[in-house]
Nanobody, 125 residues
């Protein structure tokens, strides 16, 4: 059984930074999976934020986070991180990590097999 647990969310002022973590446990080695970060704001559909493919072969970003968000992986800890800088109120959402057993990643939620429970990020002064 695969479990993904996100952490690191919270309240931050505009222009601030947060680092989210996604720890994987169970029968999964993250390096063999494509990993994505998604977010869902109230009343909106879940959207892909960024992802990377198996063994960090490539990375995709949605336009609104380019230059501000980065994704990284610690294979020893079986954990993926989302570093978010220059946060803006429109970044407020519940953030989810997801994994899919595929080489190439996608920003399309149905392409993923396992999801975490989400962590709230609120950007407000």
């Amino acid at each position: 059984q695969v479990q993904l647990v996100e952490s690191g969310g919270g309240l931050v002022q505009p222009g601030g930074s947060l680092r989210l973590s996604c720890a994987a446990s169970g029968s999964i080695t993250l390096d063999y999976y494509a990993v994505g970060w998604f977010r869902q704001a109230p009343g909106k559909e879940r959207e892909g934020v960024l992802c990377f493919g198996r063994s960090h072969s490539h990375t995709y970003y949605t336009d609104s986070v380019k230059g501000r968000f980065t994704i990284s992986r610690d294979n020893a800890e079986n954990t993926v991180y989302l570093q978010m800088n220059s946060l803006q109120p429109e970044d407020t959402a519940v953030y989810y990590c997801a994994v899919g057993y595929r080489v190439y990643c996608s920003l399309d939620p149905p392409e993923y097999d396992y999801w975490g429970q989400g962590t709230q990020v609120t950007v407000s002064s």
